[in-house]
């Protein structure tokens, strides 16, 4: 069994947290709460653009916003087609991150379900990664990806054998019934026998019902309850390992949420002036990456300003009622917010839109639920949460509003850890040093 050492973080992602839940009692965030009255949190926090996981859980780790990082959006930009690939690996991080900090620092570190982490350098690693069917009908493999991609490799059995039980059609699962539970339970055994200084957990069935239900719903209050109960099972997993008085808890998530009604499927208005064609795509000329409350411009070639103009000529003459329904990014403001430097220009919509990457069709169909990746800073309901307790916090300290990549810096000092970011180190809630 591993030496506990002088000094711990655990970094819980939430997918799809919002203030409210832990700011709002009737949220059920009983745990979570609990701690919360002992440290520090803010009413908001501003994510990355788009506000959607991957980019987000990047920005968490590095402390920088995705035109840095490199992680622009969850899935490749793909106008041959949507292959379902997402940004699963490591190497494609552009910037040094919390994981290579630790590690030059002589730390051990555990990451369960963390986005981009296949291949990281971390010493126990069960990443986010799904093996995609080879066939029709079949399903995505988490499973197999696990055994395939944990780090050390026996890992997953590992967990299987000592915390899970075996991952099977009447054993344990990673399906939306038990997901969070099952990872918890693997953060908790690592932390007890491994006793890393960092460990960093994304849990999502909050986001998995957001989508399904919107804002508000029976089975959206259930999974932020059965969020607090997995985050109980960590906490208690951190004092039966004997590490309470010197672990920090940060909890965060990657967006908030919108309520949605509409879909605008801007590549169907390309098709119409001929910049891109669903029958032969390989002759496309521009193509918007699709992100779920935003939508990025990519031309064929960069330098084509005339397709650039037929664009723009295209968005100014749809009718007044859509051009109602979102605005339009232009690269000065894109490159402010710190997007994809390879977009011409995005589109965020306005509440009740989002956009979908289909180039058949209608330009508006029906949506329903809800849905995320708006321009961060345009309405609070697209906030992500922050609470902070326990090792080198202050109590009773309140942020109003807080950017993602403010979160990097503060576990770097916690840790004690070298790393340049862009985020801003609160010193006010750090608790002052007992001499």
Do not use: C
Not at 63 to 84: Q, W
Not at 357 to 386: C, R, V
């Amino acid at each position: 069994m591993a030496q506990a050492q002088d000094k711990h973080v655990v970094l819980i992602s939430i997918d799809g947290l919002r203030p409210e839940f832990y700011m709002d009692p009737s949220w059920g965030m009983v745990n979570v709460r609990q701690g919360m009255k002992t440290g520090a949190y803010a009413e908001g926090v501003r994510g990355s653009f788009p506000t959607v996981t991957y980019p987000s859980h990047t920005t968490i780790i590095s402390g920088v916003l995705p035109a840095k990082h490199g992680i622009y959006y969850n899935t490749p930009v793909e106008p041959l087609g949507i292959s379902g690939k997402w940004f699963w690996y490591y190497k494609d991080i552009k910037v040094p991150t919390l994981w290579t900090a630790a590690k030059d620092a002589g730390l051990t570190t555990a990451g369960v379900s963390w986005p981009v982490t296949v291949g990281a350098p971390i010493d126990y690693n069960l990443p986010e990664y799904v093996i995609l069917p080879k066939n029709k009908g079949e399903k995505n493999d988490e499973v197999k990806a696990l055994y395939d991609e944990s780090n050390p490799k026996s890992l997953f059995q590992e967990v299987q054998d000592n915390a899970i039980g075996k991952f099977g059609e009447y054993g344990a699962s990673l399906d939306f019934y038990t997901n969070d539970q099952n990872k918890a339970r693997m953060a908790a055994y690592i932390l007890r026998k491994y006793k890393p200084a960092f460990l960093a957990i994304h849990i999502g069935l909050t986001d998995h019902f957001e989508h399904e239900q919107g804002r508000d719903g029976d089975k959206v209050r259930s999974a932020v309850t059965g969020v607090d109960v997995a985050i109980k099972t960590i906490m208690n997993a951190v004092e039966m390992a004997g590490m309470r008085e010197n672990t920090t808890f940060v909890i965060t998530g990657d967006h908030g949420f919108v309520n949605i009604n509409t879909q605008f499927n801007p590549n169907v208005m390309l098709a119409g002036v001929g910049l891109y064609n669903n029958d032969n795509k390989e002759s496309w000329k521009a193509y918007f990456q699709a992100s779920g409350g935003s939508a990025f411009l990519h031309l064929r070639d960069p330098k084509d300003k005339a397709t650039l103009e037929k664009v723009n000529k295209a968005l100014a003459e749809l009718p007044d009622g859509i051009k109602k329904l979102f605005r339009v990014v232009d690269k000065k403001e894109l490159t402010d917010a710190q997007g994809d430097p390879n977009a011409a220009l995005a589109l965020t919509a306005k509440q009740g839109l989002s956009f979908g990457a289909t180039a058949k069709g209608d330009l508006l169909s029906a949506a329903k639920g809800g849905t995320h990746g708006y321009m961060p800073t345009d309405f609070k309901e697209i906030q992500t949460g922050f609470v902070a307790f326990g090792r080198g916090i202050a109590p009773g300290v309140v942020l109003p509003l807080i950017g993602q990549e403010d979160i990097a810096p503060l576990i770097a000092n916690l840790l004690g850890l070298k790393l340049k970011t862009d985020g801003v180190l609160y010193p006010g809630i750090l608790a002052a040093e007992k001499k």
